[in-house]
């Protein structure tokens, strides 16, 4: 596609990014049949194609308008479109840069600003959201509705893993995950314990950014990902091999550091780094089959449990790990049912159950139908939000799929 950036952003980071992003895309409309927004709304401009065009219109200088901004913020950031783009168009860099674009040109309502003010500020410090959290579950029978939905029922802790072994990980602690579901990473630092790995939750280390990146907060969203790189920097050189991360919406977006901060220079190659070691849970156990299945050997499951996987599109447009762990739970003995538009987003999103409810709650239940049609005794997934936002809509019970595999080498 031909362009003729403005002045405003010709020539910087964010305008070349934009440029070589716009240049590859052939207009073809192919991204547009699995767009989820597309599919529920029926509007071009709902769909990647139609919110290319307006990004470029934008970046070309045309007045931005609530509507352009609209039609953004209806984008869930899912990136099924980067899975069908037959061009390689990374559609979420030009989505990023539209958003902040379209914010800095147009005032959103004061109610508005107010919300995503409180999202950016309170999701990403887990000193305030976990305690705020606590609150909610004990006093959870007296919430309303809408908020109880939002909390995940409080689960008998797993005892942690202590050992020390030569092999070291670090693991990403991140913001919300600790209060909402800590056996999480406890169930991770268990298996890994299993298998003769240790991790390390760096000191310091805090959100990956994701939030602020998404509420248009750039400068933020690379704040954060300088300290955390910090924080593991020290580790990285003594020898750990991996950060692992089990909410792939944070792994998605760690493994953009080196793009986030490619024009930085005291950071760049740090961010390289990182971006290169930064591993889903999925993929590190993928690469550590043989001993995880002689440990599997060791017990054989009393019944095949039936479980429905969904895989976040952070996980399998994002990071691009398909099949990996649909694989694992398997070779661990669970049945895992059929699901239908597996490539579609559930609505969870981040933050856009909170901005964009109608059209979150519609995907949900739309998942939902999809994975409760093989009647599943568990619904499984790879990320916090989605496990958040589907159990909120079923009293099937939605867990991180590594719980399942902790419990299973328990058993
Ligand atoms: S499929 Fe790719 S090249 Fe085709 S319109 Fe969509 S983003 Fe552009
Ligand atoms: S990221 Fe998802 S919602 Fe946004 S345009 Fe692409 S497919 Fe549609």
Redesign the pocket.
Known sequence: MQTNLADFIRGTPDGDTADATLR????????TATCPTYQLLGDELDG??GR?YLIKQMLEGAAVTEKTQRHLDRCLTCRS?ET????G?E?HRLADIGRAVAAARVARPLGTRFLRFALREGLTRAWLFGPAYRLGQFFCPLLPASLKAKLLPRKKSVAAARRTHPRRMLMLAGCVQPAMAPNINAATARVLDRLGIATIEAEGAGCCGAVRLHLDDHAGARADARRNIDAWWPHLSAGAEAIVVTASGCGAHVRDYAHLLAHDPAYAAKAARVTLLARDIAEVLAGEQAALAALLRKSVPATRRKVAFHSPCSLQHGMRVRGAVESLLQAAGFELTPVADAHLCCGSAGTYSVLQPELSLKLRDNKLACLSAGAPAAVASANIGCIAHLQSGTSTPVSHWIELLDQRLES
Request: aromatic share 12%; with cysteine.
């Open positions: 590859k895309c052939v207009h073809c409309g192919f991204c990647p194609r290319i479109c069908t783009c037959p061009s168009v559609y």
